[in-house]
C-alpha cells in the first residue's frame, strides 16, 4: 500500500492579532534619558492595555498550533504537513472543537473591542493615540482559522503535456523532492521517540549523596505513553524498526505505577535499565 493511502496532507493556518506598536517618541525619550543611541531599544506599546482577551486568543492559537504539529509530520517547509489516516477522525473532531473555542475567544473580544479602546486610552495616558486603532471590521481581518485537507500524490505523479525530455526532467525533480519530504517524515516519530527515551533515562537517574530527593510529575509516565500510542499512527510508512522500538517501551512501562517510581528507587532503577536497552538497542 502507498504512502498515498496511509496519509492525507493538511495546512492549518490560525492568525491573530499581535496588538502591539512601536511608539516612536517614547523609544527616543528611553535612548535619550539613557544616553544611548536612537537604536539601542525599542518600545513597543501594548495597544489593549488593560484587557488580556487579545492574548488569551494568542496563547489559544500556540496551542492549536502545538496539537496540530504533534499529531501530524512535516512535509512542506511551511504549509502542509502529513496527517496519517489512522490519526485522521481523532484529529479532525478535536480541532473542530479547538476552531469553535477559538471563534468563541475571538467574538468574545470583537464585542468588546470598543470599551477596550475606550479602557486603553485610560492605561495608555500620554502614549495613547487614537489613529493606531484599526476598525473592528479591520480588526477581524487580523484573525483566522483555515484548515484545508488535500490528497497525497504518490511518488512519481507528475502529469504535464511536455517534451519527453522536459517531463523527464521535471519527474526526477519531483521524485527527489518527494522522497526528501518522506525521508524527513520517516526520521521524526523516531525523533520523538528518542527524545521520550532521553527524557525518561535522565529522569529516573538517581544520583547517590543526593540532598534533596526528586520530584516526579504524573507527564514522566503519561507522555511516553502517549507517544507510544500516537506512534501506531505516526509510523505511516510501517517501519518494522520503529515498531519494535514503540512495543519495547510500551513494556517497558507496563505495570508501572507513579507512586512506585517516586517511592521506590529499585523500580526507578529498573525502569531505567530498560530505557537505557532500549536506547542501545536501535542506531537513532
Same mark, same amino acid.
Given at each position: 500500500?502507498?504512502?498515498?493511502?496511509?496519509?492525507?496532507?493538511?495546512?492549518? @493556518? !490560525?492568525?491573530?492579532? +499581535?496588538?502591539?506598536?512601536?511608539?516612536?517618541?517614547?523609544?527616543?525619550?528611553?535612548?535619550? =534619558?539613557?544616553?544611548?543611541?536612537?537604536?539601542?531599544?525599542?518600545?513597543?506599546? @501594548?495597544?489593549?492595555?488593560?484587557?488580556?482577551?487579545?492574548?488569551?486568543?494568542?496563547?489559544?492559537?500556540?496551542?492549536?498550533?502545538?496539537?496540530?504539529?504533534?499529531?501530524?509530520?512535516?512535509?512542506?517547509?511551511?504549509?502542509?504537513?502529513?496527517?496519517?489516516?489512522?490519526?485522521?477522525?481523532?484529529?479532525?473532531?478535536?480541532?473542530? =472543537?479547538?476552531?469553535?473555542?477559538?471563534?468563541?475567544?475571538?467574538?468574545?473580544?470583537?464585542?468588546?473591542?470598543? $470599551?477596550?479602546?475606550? =479602557?486603553?486610552?485610560?492605561?495608555?495616558?500620554?502614549?495613547?493615540?487614537?489613529?493606531?486603532?484599526?476598525?473592528?471590521? #479591520?480588526?477581524?481581518?487580523?484573525? +483566522?482559522?483555515?484548515?484545508?485537507?488535500?490528497?497525497?500524490? #504518490? $511518488?512519481? /505523479?507528475?502529469?504535464?503535456?511536455?517534451?519527453? /525530455?522536459?517531463?523527464?526532467?521535471?519527474?526526477?525533480?519531483?521524485?527527489?523532492?518527494?522522497? @526528501?519530504?518522506?525521508?524527513?517524515?520517516?526520521?521524526?516519530?523516531?525523533?520523538?521517540?528518542?527524545?521520550?527515551?532521553?527524557?525518561?533515562?535522565?529522569?529516573?537517574?538517581?544520583?547517590? +549523596?543526593?540532598?534533596?530527593?526528586? *520530584?516526579?510529575?504524573?507527564?514522566?509516565?503519561?507522555?511516553?505513553?502517549?507517544?507510544? *500510542?500516537?506512534?501506531?499512527?505516526?509510523?505511516?510508512?510501517?517501519?518494522?524498526?520503529? #515498531?519494535?522500538?514503540?512495543?519495547?517501551?510500551?513494556?517497558?512501562?507496563?505495570? &508501572?505505577?507513579?507512586?512506585?517510581?517516586?517511592? $521506590?528507587? &529499585?523500580?526507578? $532503577?529498573? &525502569?531505567?535499565?530498560? !530505557?537505557?536497552?532500549?536506547?542501545?538497542?536501535?542506531?537513532?
Amino acid at each position: 500500500m502507498g504512502i498515498s493511502a496511509s496519509a492525507v496532507l493538511v495546512e492549518l @493556518n !490560525v492568525s491573530n492579532w +499581535g496588538a502591539s506598536k512601536l511608539d516612536r517618541n517614547v523609544t527616543d525619550t528611553v535612548n535619550a =534619558n539613557h544616553n544611548a543611541t536612537r537604536d539601542a531599544s525599542k518600545v513597543y506599546k @501594548n495597544l489593549v492595555a488593560g484587557s488580556s482577551l487579545c492574548s488569551d486568543i494568542a496563547k489559544y492559537a500556540a496551542r492549536i498550533r502545538l496539537y496540530h504539529n504533534e499529531m501530524t509530520l512535516p512535509w512542506a517547509n511551511k504549509g502542509a504537513r502529513l496527517l496519517p489516516v489512522k490519526l485522521m477522525l481523532e484529529y479532525k473532531q478535536h480541532i473542530t =472543537n479547538m476552531r469553535i473555542a477559538y471563534e468563541t475567544m475571538c467574538n468574545n473580544f470583537y464585542a468588546q473591542y470598543p $470599551s477596550i479602546v475606550a =479602557n486603553a486610552r485610560n492605561n495608555l495616558q500620554a502614549m495613547f493615540k487614537a489613529e493606531d486603532y484599526p476598525t473592528l471590521d #479591520e480588526v477581524k481581518e487580523k484573525f +483566522g482559522f483555515n484548515l484545508v485537507f488535500s490528497p497525497l500524490p #504518490e $511518488s512519481g /505523479d507528475f502529469r504535464l503535456d511536455v517534451a519527453n /525530455d522536459d517531463l523527464k526532467d521535471l519527474q526526477d525533480s519531483y521524485e527527489a523532492d518527494f522522497n @526528501n519530504r518522506l525521508a524527513e517524515a520517516v526520521r521524526t516519530p523516531w525523533e520523538k521517540l528518542h527524545k521520550e527515551l532521553l527524557a525518561l533515562s535522565t529522569k529516573l537517574h538517581d544520583e547517590e +549523596g543526593a540532598d534533596t530527593k526528586k *520530584r516526579y510529575h504524573d507527564s514522566l509516565l503519561e507522555n511516553p505513553q502517549e507517544m507510544c *500510542r500516537l506512534l501506531t499512527a505516526l509510523n505511516v510508512t510501517n517501519d518494522p524498526k520503529l #515498531e519494535e522500538a514503540r512495543r519495547d517501551l510500551e513494556r517497558a512501562l507496563l505495570g &508501572v505505577e507513579m507512586e512506585d517510581i517516586k517511592e $521506590s528507587e &529499585v523500580i526507578r $532503577s529498573d &525502569v531505567k535499565a530498560r !530505557v537505557d536497552a532500549i536506547l542501545e538497542k536501535f542506531d537513532w
